[in-house]
Structure formats: C-alpha cells, structure tokens
C-alpha cells in the first residue's frame, strides 16, 4: 500500500488547513459584518450577531438571529452571499482533495482522476478539482437562478432587477445547501409554488450529492462501473427523499397552520420541498413552530444523518448510516464480511462511521445539555435547533433569537464543529498508522 | 472451535425458549390479576390493566397504570411479587445459561462453570447455575428484608405483620430492578430516609451487575484475574454511578420540588438514589414530572445504557456501550485491534455491540413515533416513557396511566422487546455461522 510515498505536495495536514481556513474566512466576515454599511438599522451590528451570522453564512448552515432581509443592507446581504459561496466551494473543493489524497495515500482505487496510477496528489490533482467543482457550481447555479429569476419577475411584481438578485441569491444559497433567504418569513410565501420550490429542490439535492458521486455522473450513466461510494450516496438519497416526503406529508396533512388548506397536490409538493430541506439546506416554507411532533421528530433523524460527503450538505452524511445499515444486515445474516453491493467494507471503514456517529451523538446531547441548562426552552425545541446547528441545517421551531448571548455561542461551536469536525476528524484517523507487533489475547465480554 | 459437537441436551433454539417463558409467566399473571379476589375494588381489573400490569412486572419494569397500593389486594400484591420473582430469577438463569452456552460453543474460556474442558452444556451446569442464582437471590434478598423491616417497624409505627410484608416485598422488587412500591407514591415518603434508601438501591447495584460477575466475585477478589467481562461491568457501574450522582444531584440542587429542602448530605442521598434507579430499578423518591429537564435528559442516557448482561437490570447493558467506547478510543489512537484492559475485542464483539444499540435506539424512537401519534403527551414525557419501557426501568413523569389502551399495547410490546430482544438477538446472532468461501473485492466509502 505504497508505505513510502512521501511527496505530498499540497498537504501535510489537511485538518488544519481546512479548519484554519473556515475560522479566517467566519473573522473576515465577522469584521465585515460589522461595519455600519452592512447594517440596514443605525450604527453596526452587535459582535455576536456578526459573529453568529458570518459563522451561520460560511459553514452553510442558515440559522439567523436577526431578519436577513430586513435587518441587513444589500450590501451585507452580499457580503452573506459571498460567505456562503467561499463556504460552500471550501467545504467541497478540501473534502474532495482530503478524499482524494486519503485514497491514493490508503492505495484504493480511486475515479476521481484519471491520472489513476501516480500515488500522491498533485498540483495538476488540485487544479483537476478546483476547476471541476467551479464549473459544477457555475452550471447549476446559474440555470437554477435564471429559472427563479423568470418566476420572481413574472408572478410576485417584483422588477427584473430585485427579481435578478433574488433568483441568484437563493440559487447559490440552494446549491451551496445554506438555507438563507432574503424574505422576512423565509420561503413561507411560496408554499405551493412549485416552480420556486422545485428548482430550489434540485439545487438542494444536486450541491448535497458531493464532488465525488457528480463527477462520477457525468462521466458515466452505467451504474454498474459506479464506484461503491457513489451507489451507497444515490441509494440513501433516494430512500430518504422518498420516505421523507412520505412521511412528512402525511404527518402535516390536515395540520392548518401547514399543509391542512393545500389539494392533495401541494401537499405532496410541501412535504417533498420539507423532506429535502434536512438534507441539509435548511430552507423553509411552513413555521416549524406549529408542525406536528412527528414531523420534527422525523426531520431530527433527517437532519442528522444529512447529505453526501464532500458536497455541501451537512450532518453525518448518509453513507456513515448506510454502511452501520449494511453492519446489522451481516451480523443477522451471520456474515464474517460486511458486504455492500458485491463490495466488502473493510473494517476500518466500519469503525470510522461508529466513531463518527458516536461523536456526532455525544455532541448534540452535549449542546442540549448546555442550551437547556442555559435557557427555559422546551426540550423538543433545543434539540431540534442543536441537531440543526450541527448538521448546518439552519431549520428552526423560531427559537434561536430567543436563545441568547451564551447559547449563541454554543450553536456558534456546534455549526463550526459539525461543519469540519466529520471530515477532520476521519482524515486526522485515516492517517494514523500504528501497527502494533504484539497482539493482546482475546476477550470477549457479554453484549445486550 | 468444536464445530462437532451435537449434544445439546438442554438449549436447542435458547432464544425461543426464553420468549415463550415469558410470554407463559406474562398470560398466567394476567388472568391470575383479572380474578375479583386480586382487586381491591369491585370485580375484576380489565384485560389490559392486568395485561399491562403483569407484563410490567414480569419483565421487572415497574411501570404502573394503576396504584399498586390501593387498587390490588394484598393476594394481587403477592401475584405481583410472585411475578417478579419469576421473572427476574428467569431472566438472570436464562441469560446466564445462553451466555456459557454460547461461550462452550465459541470455545472462548469462561469462568462460569469449573468444568470448562467439557464443550457443551449439560445438566450438571444447568444445575450448577440454578443453584448459584438461586443462593445469591435469598441471600441478598434476606437480608435487604431484614434492614428495611427493621426500620419500617421503628419508624414509621408500622405492625411487625405489615414491615414485614413492606420489608420482603421492597427488598424483591429491589434485587430484581422491577421499582413496584407498595406505597400510592412509591418511595416519595422517604426521600432523606438513608436507612430506607441506601438497603434498596445496594439491592438494587448486585442484582444488576448480573450472574456472571457476582460469582466471579464470589470466587475470587483478585481483580487480576477477573475475566474482561467482569472488569468492563464492574468499570462502567462505577463511572456511571459517580457520574450520574454528581449530574443529577447538582441538577436537582435548588429544585424546590425535588432536592431543594434538604440539606447537602440529605441532597447526595436523594441524588445517589435516582442515580441508581435508572440502572435499572425504577423506584422514585420524587416526582420525575417535577424534575428539571437536565435531569429528565441525563436519566434517558443512563436508562438507555442500563445494567449488566445476565442480571435483572435491563437496558442495553453496560459493556454494550463500553465496547462502542473502546472502538473510538482504537479509531483515535490509530490502533488496528479494539483493546480493553489488555485483551482483544474481536469485531464479532464490536459488530454485536453496534446492532444491539442501533437496533435499540430505532425501537425507542419508533415507540416514541407511535405514542406521539395516538397521544398529545408532550415529546419529553414520551420519550422517556418509551426509554423507562424498552429498559425495564419503570420510571415515568406520570403519563402513564393517561396514554390510553392503544398506547399501554405499545409499551407492552417495548417492555417485552427490551426485555428479551437484547438477549436473545445476541444469542440467534451468534448461533449462526455462515462461513462464504468467496470474499468480495473491497469497497471504501467515504465516512463523514
Ligand atoms: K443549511
Ligand atoms: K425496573
């Protein structure tokens, strides 16, 4: 497995590059926040409400404590824009090199190049990467704003100008899986609009499939020459999309303050709009403060099990579940090897996604331990918001203005920490290497 | 590994003999609760509170619908406590055989039994640990009985007759984690009373360390020589004890309802207590429905976790959780094998563990769905409800007796799930041997 390959150019650490770059990008931001042009009241906004805001735009979470649209200038509007974007494209150019670099560094087959045969990752790897997740993002935000653009400037009056800035922003808030919007009440106007809330959607479901299955599609339409990976993320992403929307229409079907007035239709059109948001935009076009319990039950599960890996999406990325899945499907079915369509997962993969789902748990039942001794909120609510902050999902029940200074610091750490702790935290794993000579007798304690 | 060896005389398919013995105990118990002479009141108790009540108490849950106090009769009250009895001594012999069953048919050493050359269970080993189970049961329970009817008849100007049935009664429901009181609002008189409290929750630490470990203790107090089980159980009941003390005692420290009018060593008491019950007891000394919600969390985890394997404690037992623990800590350190305590945990172990949780933490959030959907509880009071049911633990912020007949099915079914899924999916895992000749290529996804 190419132990002496020691020429990475690019990266040493690649955890603290990432990281490095996410916490200058959140202070750039915060500065710039704050100064009175950003501002659409008098005098600059507060340092938390700076902070929060820069820290919600670049880690593409879309939680807020103060109307986007309203308490914000255009020019902060697009300073938030600009941190959304610098996010969005960070997260998923790093990733993607991380994933690249673990891959050939592990010796693994890898589809991310073509130049498949060189051991160690580049500048021609980089550049390979930049300029493929440059154009997916030009490509697809720009169609998908045309579109919006065309709807804001034929149904809701508003001028091609207003209606042009609306189309892009939400588009690269869409792809990018932010959550931002530039209305007062979110996309709650557009409830039963399909032709906002569906190319939204896609914007959503296509920057939350990650770099690597993107490429993987447009180079080939053969499912069978897919890589593992990307069949794992298409099959996940399609159970969820599907069981969510089953499920979160049915559990809002007669709810009046949801999707109770709507035909059977926009009903289907809401719940399918919300079952894409846990994955993890954040978007939304009901008040989450009177959706039933079921519903924000179900879109916890949703949100934290989040998107694909190296794309924008948040949350613990479906194929950490799919591969725990594919753990219980051997076990019952008494198989040595954990099999996935006709692939062993080997077992250092499997411990990976128990540790960072484990680590995932223990930081939202740590922030809802914090938030609840911090505030008198309900405990359906904490948890609802921590899970969000952590998946960078940005939905909320309406309580995060009301969580204060100290908890917003808290949900400040949780959207930091479940932005970059997953991915840090596998490629700081996947690089250590230490074989032991000796190996311990067997113990086996009892188990359930 | 002994793959010859045919002659089980006493085990053929454990798993289905456990279910249907308790299913057995379950239905005699409810027609035995439905007769007049068990109700204090008039006629019989309906189908579902005797169904609900002897499933409760034979899988030593605690969970109660009605008063124990006032609506059974001291006959029904003796069902009860005869059920219990039943149902933890099964519980501990049961799983203890499966455990040196399953141990004899790995070939892995056990120290249950001297005869560890022989290969498969007999009679004599069946014997051997009826009779240990059976010793450890009248000793402890003896001599708890004698403490608590010694102070019941000094202070609480009880008759000999009365403490004595108080006595006998809170000891069993003690050693075998069932939490049935025979006072209207269980222990809530005696939350201060260390006399009362200390003998029942010591009752309560050596029925839930389980068969396994009480008689290694027995045997020898030479902690090197403790098998990794015995040291994992005996580690995880510390921790979670000193732990779960100091979280909850100073969560409840100012809590008028609760802690509040004692002094500081009255306070430990009172914290020390519900740090033991969720372990997996169930008695209360206060009103969990008063409790702050930090408190109501942290005894969710410790439910959830539970007691040791092959005990009366329920839950998903504390070296599942540890194991799970040692994976992060091999994943973090960068080790190829999961080591405790100097020994090897096999990914048998560590996959059995991971099924074990997942699949309990999808039966606690699918009981909480259901109950959410047929009752307008709130979600905090739900789960944990539906934790306190799928543990046998018994707890409960008092929505027990309003969640309705659909509902109280639904715990039955929890309570019966958590008291013998565990065991016995470990167990039918275990048993199943499938041996592929072909192993597939390898597959990484990626995690996070
Ligand atoms: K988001
Ligand atoms: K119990």
Same mark, same amino acid.
């Given at each position: 497995?190419?132990?002496?390959?020691?020429?990475?150019?690019?990266?040493r650490?690649?955890? #603290?590059?990432?990281?490095?770059?996410?916490a200058?990008?959140?202070?750039?931001?915060?500065?710039?926040?704050?100064?009175?042009?950003?501002?659409?009241?008098?005098?600059?906004?507060?340092?938390?409400?700076?902070l929060?805001?820069?820290?919600?735009?670049?880690c593409?979470?879309?939680?807020?404590?103060?109307?986007?649209?309203?308490?914000w200038?255009?020019?902060?509007?697009?300073i938030i824009?600009?941190?959304?974007?610098?996010?969005?494209?960070?997260?998923?150019?790093?990733?993607?090199l991380?994933?690249l670099?673990?891959?050939?560094r592990?010796?693994?087959?890898?589809?991310?190049?073509?130049?498949?045969?060189?051991?160690?990752?580049?500048?021609?790897?980089?550049?390979?990467?930049l300029?493929?997740?440059?154009?997916?993002?030009?490509?697809?935000?720009?169609a998908?704003?045309?579109?919006?653009?065309?709807?804001?400037?034929?149904?809701?009056?508003?001028?091609w100008?207003?209606?042009?800035?609306h189309g892009?922003?939400?588009?690269?808030?869409?792809?990018n899986?932010?959550?931002?919007?530039?209305?007062?009440?979110?996309?709650?106007?557009?409830?039963?609009?399909?032709?906002?809330?569906m190319?939204?959607?896609?914007?959503?479901?296509?920057?939350?499939?990650?770099?690597?299955v993107?490429m993987?599609?447009?180079?080939?339409? #053969?499912?069978?020459?897919?890589?593992?990976?990307?069949?794992?993320?298409?099959?996940?992403?399609?159970?969820?999309?599907?069981?969510?929307?089953a499920?979160i229409?049915?559990?809002?079907?007669?709810n009046p303050?949801?999707?109770g007035?709507?035909?059977p239709?926009?009903?289907l059109?809401?719940?399918?709009f919300h079952?894409?948001?846990?994955?993890?935009?954040?978007?939304?076009?009901?008040?989450?403060?009177?959706?039933?319990?079921?519903?924000?039950?179900?879109?916890?599960?949703?949100?934290?099990?989040?998107?694909?890996?190296a794309?924008?999406a948040?949350?613990?990325?479906v194929?950490?579940?799919?591969?725990?899945?594919?753990?219980?499907v051997?076990?019952?079915?008494g198989?040595?090897?954990?099999?996935?369509?006709?692939?062993?997962?080997?077992?250092?993969?499997?411990?990976?996604?128990?540790?960072?789902?484990?680590?995932?748990?223990?930081?939202?039942?740590?922030?809802?331990?914090?938030?609840?001794?911090?505030?008198?909120?309900?405990?359906?609510?904490?948890?609802?918001e921590?899970?969000s902050?952590f998946?960078?999902?940005?939905?909320?029940t309406?309580i995060?203005?009301?969580?204060g200074?100290?908890? #917003?610091?808290?949900?400040?750490?949780?959207?930091f920490?479940?932005r970059l702790g997953p991915?840090t935290?596998?490629?700081?794993?996947?690089?250590?290497?230490?074989?032991?000579?000796?190996?311990?007798?067997?113990?086996a304690?009892?188990?359930?």
């Amino acid at each position: 497995m190419s132990p002496g390959s020691r020429r990475e150019p690019f990266f040493r650490h690649p955890a #603290q590059v990432v990281a490095f770059a996410f916490a200058a990008a959140g202070a750039i931001g915060t500065v710039l926040l704050m100064l009175p042009t950003s501002r659409a009241g008098e005098g600059g906004a507060p340092f938390v409400t700076a902070l929060f805001t820069a820290t919600s735009a670049v880690c593409v979470t879309g939680l807020t404590v103060v109307d986007t649209a309203a308490y914000w200038t255009v020019p902060g509007q697009a300073i938030i824009l600009a941190l959304i974007q610098v996010g969005g494209f960070g997260i998923m150019t790093l990733a993607s090199l991380i994933a690249l670099f673990l891959s050939r560094r592990m010796g693994l087959r890898t589809r991310l190049t073509a130049a498949a045969e060189t051991r160690s990752v580049g500048l021609g790897d980089v550049r390979r990467v930049l300029r493929g997740v440059f154009l997916i993002t030009v490509v697809v935000e720009s169609a998908i704003a045309v579109v919006l653009t065309l709807r804001f400037r034929a149904e809701y009056d508003d001028t091609w100008g207003t209606a042009a800035w609306h189309g892009l922003f939400h588009a690269v808030s869409a792809f990018n899986n932010a959550g931002f919007a530039l209305f007062s009440d979110n996309l709650m106007g557009f409830l039963g609009d399909g032709f906002v809330l569906m190319p939204i959607s896609v914007a959503i479901i296509i920057g939350g499939l990650g770099f690597p299955v993107l490429m993987e599609l447009l180079r080939t339409r #053969q499912p069978r020459t897919w890589s593992l990976h990307t069949r794992l993320t298409l099959l996940m992403t399609v159970v969820l999309l599907v069981g969510g929307t089953a499920f979160i229409t049915l559990a809002e079907w007669g709810n009046p303050g949801t999707l109770g007035p709507f035909d059977p239709l926009g009903k289907l059109l809401g719940g399918w709009f919300h079952a894409v948001q846990p994955r993890t935009a954040g978007f939304n076009a009901w008040d989450y403060g009177v959706a039933t319990d079921e519903t924000l039950l179900g879109t916890i599960m949703l949100m934290f099990i989040g998107g694909g890996s190296a794309g924008t999406a948040g949350g613990l990325k479906v194929t950490t579940f799919i591969v725990l899945f594919f753990v219980i499907v051997a076990e019952v079915r008494g198989d040595d090897d954990v099999i996935a369509f006709d692939r062993r997962i080997e077992h250092r993969v499997v411990r990976q996604a128990i540790t960072v789902a484990l680590l995932g748990v223990a930081a939202v039942i740590g922030g809802t331990m914090v938030l609840t001794e911090l505030t008198d909120l309900p405990f359906r609510d904490v948890l609802f918001e921590t899970t969000s902050a952590f998946a960078t999902v940005g939905l909320s029940t309406g309580i995060t203005p009301k969580i204060g200074d100290p908890g #917003q610091f808290v949900l400040v750490a949780l959207m930091f920490l479940g932005r970059l702790g997953p991915i840090t935290l596998v490629s700081a794993l996947a690089l250590r290497e230490r074989n032991r000579r000796y190996r311990y007798p067997e113990g086996a304690p009892l188990i359930g």
